[in-house]
């Protein structure tokens, strides 16, 4: 007798469907044996027609049907299949608790999302045991954010509620440091740094030393490396010679590499120096060697002048740090193609457009911007830090809409939160705890903004697109302002207020800096959505987690409409993920090509244009990789550079799929006997494919 029904947990009988075994089959398949169709679909018939012999009388449960699939695993020697069937079947139980202990009907967490909260997020104990639930995480950070409003002479218990719900339903996240430590006895919250480094052995080694406090407590730090005499120049107090720049960024980038961020993620730094540096070629070529300051991110600061002489196609002057001495001329456009030649090869530099950014400083008056946090888009002054945190774009939509009261209310209490986090942090420096509190500045990006295209009808590559980006981040932009000055209305402005370019615009004002678009890594592997304002990397693909085990993942959204429009299958799902892409499946409607295009499928040019659609509202800067594929040719970096430079971009990086060895994602590589797939490490959301940048936010 056939079944024509089963039992689901929470009691309700629905239509029994075949297919949803045979799928679920078949992705355990791709995940361990990376796929076998034929197999799943024998299976499966052998499951039913099992299921079908011991419940004749009684309508089976889903339980009944997955203790099937195991054993009828087992039986035909797909042990590691079965392991895995049961393991992914824990990690679904252990999310339904998880709602359940969250107590808001809270959103759908992914079983990576619950491997990435419990290696790097929830408390442990002396033995690495887990002693906290997710829900106690949330609460923990709340509680220790909305105490400072108690200290403001404010109720806290409103506050704390309110930062509990948005966390817990995953409509805002802060940056990592804060989800690591607040509440704890480290208490260091923020994820940005920038620290000086001058022209004297003292200086440098007292960097290296304040650079291995930050990166202990999770944060990450930049440099500018501009003041340091350059090679061969004379030290005069031992009749020596210096070694510059580079050399002396090996020393940080060793520290790096035995500092284990708080044994929470990987250090990472930013390295800039100036383009009128005497070493400046040494530098853009620096990282064309494998492993090389593998820890860096580098980018060239460029100046008016420079981009004067370039436009010009005339020579520029180098400049010794040490008594500003001229030394000698580069031709502008042969330094320029360099820089394009090397980030074609490594991915590295980057730029900076360091005037630009400057014009923006907030206060000019206390000093000049010349470097940022290691992903470009916190540029700060020396010492100053800055606490981040993003609004997930895709639960701002209600009903093929965005839905601007709710966006507008997140963004209120998430500029309350972060300005909370200025205070209750506890810094790793004096002179951190100094600025930062002078200048109180935060930074409110987006999340998710791909999938909220996607869930609006939208293609990333579009004018419409575009549009919206602008219309979106311009209302975050004027909802934080309107915060940060009610903010200040009862706590008073930021201390530098009046040396800043506020006090022309506001009577009072919070923050020097509101708004940054960040690089949203782990966070956005929690909450289930695409990184900062990035394109979706794959649709379909496999990743990689720990102890050596993998999962097979899918773009919800696609997964949704494929089942709506009647083109679902498992198979499909494994044909996609032989290159992330559905532009040459043929299975898939052009309507859906259009709207699920990934960053190697979307033309280099929108990547910039994206980009400058969301700096035009945005205080600081905004983080965005240009994805340019292998075959992608020098001259595609240049028009990506310029495109820049003209639209007032604060900087600019790209990278070329395979320039360098070790990448966080790989397209069509992981070879088997059925062909390739793309493969993701565990943290990988998108942007920057690289080991370096990985899980920023």
């Known amino acids: 007798m056939a079944i024509t029904k089963i039992r689901k947990r929470d009691g309700r009988v629905i239509d029994f469907e075949a297919d949803r075994i045979k799928d679920a089959v078949h992705k355990a398949f791709i995940a361990v044996e990376l796929g076998d169709g034929e197999k799943a679909e024998h299976l499966t018939k052998e499951i039913v027609g099992l299921l079908e012999q011991r419940f004749k009388e009684k309508t089976p449960s889903v339980e009944d049907a997955q203790d099937t699939v195991i054993e009828v695993l087992k039986e035909?020697?797909?042990?590691?299949?079965?392991?895995?069937?049961?393991?992914?079947?824990?990690?679904?139980?252990?999310?339904?608790?998880?709602?359940?202990d969250l107590g808001l009907g809270a959103p759908k967490l992914t079983v990576n999302a619950i491997e990435v909260l419990s290696r790097r997020y929830l408390l442990k104990d002396a033995n690495e045991n887990i002693i906290e639930k997710p829900a106690q995480l949330f609460m923990r950070i709340a509680k220790a954010i909305a105490k400072v409003d108690e200290e403001c002479g404010e109720d806290p218990r409103e506050s704390e509620e309110t930062f509990y719900n948005m966390m817990a339903r995953l409509e805002f996240l802060p940056n990592s440091p804060t989800l690591f430590n607040a509440g704890t006895k480290?208490?260091?919250?923020?994820?940005?740094?920038?620290?000086?480094?001058?022209?004297?052995?003292?200086?440098?080694?007292?960097?290296?030393?304040?650079?291995?406090?930050?990166?202990?407590?999770?944060?990450?730090?930049?440099?500018?490396?501009?003041?340091?005499?350059?090679?061969?120049?004379?030290?005069?107090?031992?009749?020596?010679?210096?070694?510059g720049p580079v050399s002396f960024m090996r020393v940080f980038d060793a520290a790096t590499e035995v500092i284990k961020a708080g044994g929470k993620r990987r250090g990472a730094m930013m390295a800039i120096l100036r383009c009128d540096h005497p070493d400046i070629i040494e530098f853009i070529t620096s990282k064309q060697t494998p492993g090389f300051l593998s820890n860096f991110n580098i980018s060239v600061a460029v100046t008016d002048q420079f981009i004067d002489a370039l436009e010009k196609d005339e020579m520029y002057w180098l400049t010794n740090p040490r008594n500003k001495e001229k030394t000698r001329q580069l031709k502008a456009r042969e330094v320029w193609n360099l820089m394009i030649r090397s980030a074609w090869m490594s991915g590295d530099p980057g730029v900076v457009f360091i005037d630009e950014i400057n014009r923006q400083n907030p206060t000019p008056e206390i000093g000049r911007m010349e470097s940022s946090n290691p992903c470009g888009e916190q540029p700060l002054l020396p010492y100053e830090s800055c606490n981040l945190g993003s609004v997930n774009l895709p639960r701002m939509v209600a009903g093929g809409h965005a839905d601007w009261e709710k966006l507008g209310e997140t963004v209120r209490n998430a500029v309350h939160f972060l300005d909370n986090v200025v205070s209750a942090n506890c810094y790793p420096l004096k002179e951190t705890e100094e600025i930062t509190l002078a200048n109180r500045k935060i930074g409110l990006g987006v999340m998710g903004f791909a999938d909220m295209l996607i869930k609006l009808g939208v293609p990333y590559d579009s004018d419409e697109a575009l549009k919206l980006a602008e219309e979106i981040m311009k209302f975050v932009q004027e909802k934080a302002h309107e915060k940060s000055a009610e903010i200040a209305e009862k706590r008073g402005?930021?201390?530098?207020?009046?040396?800043?370019?506020?006090?022309?615009?506001?009577?009072?004002?919070?923050?020097?800096?509101?708004?940054?678009?960040?690089?949203?890594?782990?966070?956005?592997?929690?909450?289930?959505?695409s990184s900062g304002i990035e394109p979706l990397f794959a649709v379909s693909f496999i990743r990689n987690v720990m102890g050596g085990t993998r999962l097979f993942e899918t773009n919800p959204l696609f997964e949704a409409v494929a089942k709506e429009k009647g083109f679902y299958s498992a198979g499909l799902l494994e044909e996609i993920a032989r290159t992330g892409s559905v532009q040459k499946v043929n299975r898939v409607p052009e309507d859906v090509k259009r709207l699920f295009v990934t960053a190697l499928d979307i033309k280099p040019?929108?990547?910039?244009?994206?980009?400058?659609?969301?700096?035009?509202?945005?205080?600081?800067?905004?983080?965005k990789t240009v994805n340019l594929p292998f075959d992608s040719t020098a001259e595609d970096v240049k028009e990506v550079y310029e495109l820049a430079l003209k639209l007032k971009c604060k900087g600019v990086t790209v990278f070329r799929y395979g320039s360098k060895p070790e990448q966080v994602l790989y397209i069509g590589e992981v070879k088997t006997d059925t062909g390739k797939f793309v493969s993701a490490e565990s943290e990988y959301a998108g942007g920057c494919p690289t080991q370096n940048c990985p899980f920023p936010s």
């Open 76 to 100: 035909n020697h797909h042990d590691k299949v079965a392991d895995e069937y049961q393991a992914y079947r824990k990690k679904k139980e252990e999310i339904r608790r998880l709602r359940e």
């Open 186 to 243: 480290l208490g260091q919250l923020s994820a940005c740094f920038v620290l000086p480094v001058e022209d004297s052995l003292e200086s440098i080694f007292t960097a290296v030393k304040n650079m291995a406090l930050i990166e202990k407590s999770g944060g990450g730090v930049g440099f500018d490396f501009s003041h340091l005499r350059p090679k061969g120049d004379i030290v005069s107090s031992t009749k020596g010679v210096a070694s």
């Open 493 to 529: 402005s930021f201390p530098n207020f009046a040396k800043s370019i506020w006090r022309s615009k506001y009577k009072v004002f919070r923050n020097a800096t509101v708004t940054t678009i960040a690089p949203t890594g782990t966070i956005s592997i929690i909450v289930g959505c």
């Open 605 to 623: 040019e929108w990547h910039v244009r994206m980009q400058a659609a969301f700096q035009k509202h945005t205080d600081n800067a905004v983080s």
